[in-house]
């Protein structure tokens, strides 16, 4: 059987074990998807806007919805990349630019 799921992040389509979260995923392709607590479910820089697939996510726990209303995060389309599980094809953008590609026009 093939555990493996398809995932779209920016625009980047990449294959991934099944049930990885969206942010190892994003490591295991490459994808400089900013995590500043390290996935440990703190910082919400990870957070990632669902475009398609939602219901292919893990069920948001009750830690996820604490943390992503302390960073004041209420749309039920937005979720934490460390914590949502990828259980089939999603689509999903970063909030958060990717590390690397922050347009800074400063002196
Ligand atoms: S990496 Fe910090 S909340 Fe996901």
Excluded at 15 to 24: F, N, P
Excluded at 41 to 53: A, D, K, M, N, Q
Excluded at 65 to 94: D, N, W, Y
């Amino acid at each position: 059987m093939d555990d493996k799921v398809s995932i779209s992040i920016n625009g980047q389509e990449i294959e991934v074990d099944r049930g990885r979260s969206i942010l190892a995923a994003s490591m295991q392709a490459g994808v400089k998807h900013m995590h500043l607590c390290g996935g440990r479910g703190l910082c919400s820089t990870c957070r990632v806007r669902v475009i398609e697939g939602a219901e292919q996510l893990s069920v948001m726990t009750r830690y996820e919805k604490i943390s992503l209303r302390s960073h004041l995060s209420f749309s039920a389309e937005i979720r934490l990349a460390c914590q949502a599980k990828v259980m089939g094809p999603v689509k999903v953008e970063t909030v958060f630019p990717t590390l690397g590609r922050l347009d800074y026009q400063g002196p």
